[in-house]
Nanobody, 120 residues
Framework: QVQLVESGGGLVQPGGSLRLSCAAS????????MGWYRQALGKQRELVAT???????NYADAVKGQFTISRDHAKNTVYLRMNSLKPEDTAVYYC??????????????WGQGTQVTVSS
């Protein structure tokens, strides 16, 4: 069984920074893509950023130049550094692991979500 455990969310003032972490635990052989999505109140969940096992990254236009995604393969952990935060970045941020290779197949997983609130 695989679990994704997120941390690092919280309340921050506009212009501030946060770093989210997401650690995947379990008997994992490999993970192809890890990423972050967010869902603001009353809106659909949207892509924030993804990173492949080869290090290729993809960002939503809204966060390019503002957020940075990185990954520690040895720890099966993905990070999201968020700078210059704005009120519109307020959302629940979800970690995703895509194409997780286990002994019995390939699966996708979601974390439970962590709240990020940007407010003065």
């Amino acid at each position: 069984q695989v679990q994704l455990v997120e941390s690092g969310g919280g309340l921050v003032q506009p212009g501030g920074s946060l770093r989210l972490s997401c650690a995947a635990s379990g008997s994992i052989f490999s993970i192809y893509v890890m990423g972050w999505y967010r869902q603001a109140l009353g809106k659909q969940r949207e892509l924030v950023a993804t990173i492949t096992s080869g290090g290729s990254t993809n960002y939503a236009d809204a966060v390019k130049g503002q957020f940075t995604i990185s990954r520690d393969h040895a720890k099966n952990t993905v990070y999201l550094r968020m700078n210059s935060l704005k009120p519109e970045d307020t959302a629940v941020y979800y970690c995703n692991a895509e194409a997780v290779i286990l002994s019995d197949g390939e699966y996708d997983y979601w974390g439970q979500g962590t709240q990020v609130t940007v407010s003065s």
